[in-house]
């Protein structure tokens, strides 16, 4: 496997989730293709819509910002209905994030999603920077994540990529990372935004260039350790020099969010930039 070949049938650059909204706000800043052919992760879908959390639900921080969005969405029955063939139509590689509250959610989520027209993957999302007071399935323990992949991974088909999306936990990465594989993740995306606090003492998770040291980290140990298995780095990626960060250290791609709030086109700047035949040094602006 070489860097840029994680044999996902995905591309190196992908839309984080949460951060390009249902992918119609990007459409116009990814030129004149659209957003064809874009490996485009949709924002955390659950089971019942959830109207998020009460405002303010960002702030800006030196090196990024503090958010917590608390995962607004329509619920899967209204995303399979409208933003799922939208995206679809506009030849978008859709990764799906899914959150649950249980694994019988997850599993159902899964089991829906696998029946559903232009699916292309799964995104576990066993990493909000704060499951309880999401109400999510609260994921302490790599087993815990262990156990929501295999729930997923036994309703989705084999031939299609299933995700784990993991908090950059310094201290227990290679532990997580190792349990998802094992459970047949495909790949594992580390990280998501780390816990953190709104300056009024609100829970939040902190994302942008300041968290990419941490994430960074963790994506080289699990590199290390785990070889076999791909890992596409998520945190702070804004610029070629960010993402080449990432891919030096092992991982097979990218994934950019915050970055995506400040200027919509960097996602489109960084695939021209990363595609096979530019060179690696090229920068983009
Ligand atoms: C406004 C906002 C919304 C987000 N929504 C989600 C989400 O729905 N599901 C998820 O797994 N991560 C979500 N994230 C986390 C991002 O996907 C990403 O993992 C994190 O922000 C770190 O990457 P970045 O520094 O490039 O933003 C969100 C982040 C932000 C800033």
Redesign the pocket.
Known sequence: MTALDHGLGLGPVMV????GGTGRELASYCGPGGLDGLDFVT??ITLDPRAGGPGPR?EEVPG??V?A?G?PNPGLEHFLATELPWLVRAGVRVIV?I?GATMGEYADLARRLSRAPGVAGL?V?VG?PDDAGAGLFEVREPYHSASVISAVRREFPVDRPVLA?LRPDVSRIVEGARSCHEAGASAVVV???VPAAFRDGRSG?L??PA?APVALRCVAEVARVLPELPVIG????HDLRSANAYLDAGATGV?????L?HDPTTVARLRVALAPHTSPNEETR
Do not use: H, Y
Request: net charge positive; with cysteine.
């Open positions: 984080a989730a949460g951060c924002r955390s960002i990024g910002l958010n969005v995962l994030s959150a995104e999302n909000a999306k990280g998501n935004a998770g994302s942008g968290v998520c945190g702070g990626v994934q950019v969010g915050t970055a709030l």
